[in-house]
C-alpha cells in the first residue's frame, strides 16, 4: 500500500541520548516534511525538503537536522535530546513543493524525553 | 504574516445534528486551503480543498467547506454528523516560505459527538 511509514511507533529516550527519527515514502513525492504535534500548538513546520539534495528550516528548526539523499527516505535527527522535545512527530509528504495537492501524513512517531 | 485560526478549540454536537467548524486566515494573496481530520492515535487525512474556482468544495465523508474572501474564511460543514466523526480537525492555508511554500495549521479543533 502506497504512503509514508514512521519508524519507530513510539520511543522513550534519556535526555541528552541521540535519535534518528525515520521516514520513507513509496510514491515518488518531491517534496517531504517533518512537523511536531504539541497540545494546544497544533503542527509546526521543523524542517522540509522541496526535492532530494536540499533541505529548509522550518518554524521550529533548533536541534533538529534532517538530510535527503534520496527521494523516499527523509530522517530526522536529535542530536542531544531534551525534555522539550517530547513530542508526536509527523512526517508528510507532497508531490510537489507548492502544497496544491495537499499533504500525505505518516502515522507519527510518539517520542518521550526523560 | 500568514496565519490559521481555528476558534474553537472544543465543540460538542449530537448525533444527526449539523455542524460547521470556523477557520479564518491571514494571507497576502489567494492561498490554498485545506482541512484534514486526525482520529485519535492516528495521522492526519485530507478532508478536502480549496484552490480556486467554485467557492463550495466537497470532500470525503460527506464534508463540505466554503470559501468566503471577504471573510478571510474557509468554514467545515457536515449536514449530519454521525458518532464516527469525533475526531480532531485542522485547518490549514499555504503556500509560504521558501521557494516552493509550507503549509501553516491551525490549532485544532476536536469534535465529540453525543450519541
Known amino acids: 500500500i502506497a504512503g509514508i511509514t514512521q519508524a519507530p511507533t513510539s520511543q522513550i529516550l534519556a535526555a541528552g541520548r541521540r535519535m534518528t527519527l525515520r521516514c520513507t515514502q513509496d510514491m515518488r513525492h518531491n517534496a517531504m516534511y517533518w512537523y511536531r504535534q504539541d497540545l494546544g500548538l497544533g503542527l509546526r513546520l521543523i524542517h522540509y525538503s522541496n526535492t532530494a539534495g536540499t533541505t529548509g528550516k522550518g518554524e521550529v528548526p533548533d536541534g533538529y537536522s534532517v538530510s535527503r539523499a534520496n527521494t523516499d527516505d527523509f530522517p530526522l535527527t536529535l542530536a542531544s535530546a531534551v525534555p522539550s522535545q517530547t513530542s508526536v512527530y509527523f512526517c508528510a509528504s507532497s508531490p510537489q513543493g507548492v502544497p496544491n495537492y495537499g499533504y500525505t501524513f505518516g502515522s507519527g512517531t510518539r517520542l518521550t524525553v526523560v | 504574516a500568514q496565519s490559521v485560526t481555528q476558534p474553537d478549540i472544543h465543540i460538542t454536537v449530537s448525533e444527526g445534528a449539523s455542524l460547521e467548524l470556523r477557520c479564518n486566515y491571514s494571507?497576502?494573496?489567494?492561498?490554498?486551503l485545506f482541512w484534514y481530520v486526525q482520529s485519535p492515535g492516528q495521522g492526519l487525512q485530507l478532508l478536502l480543498k480549496?484552490?480556486?474556482?467554485?467557492?463550495l468544495v466537497q470532500g470525503i465523508k460527506g464534508f463540505e467547506a466554503e470559501f468566503k474572501r471577504s471573510q478571510s474564511s474557509f468554514n467545515l460543514r457536515k449536514p449530519s454528523v454521525h458518532w464516527s466523526d469525533a475526531a480532531e480537525y485542522f485547518c490549514a492555508v499555504g503556500p509560504y516560505g521558501g521557494s516552493q511554500g509550507n503549509l501553516i495549521f491551525g490549532k485544532g479543533t476536536k469534535l465529540s459527538v453525543k450519541p
Open positions: 494571507y497576502g494573496a489567494t492561498p490554498y
Open positions: 480549496y484552490f480556486s474556482g467554485d467557492t
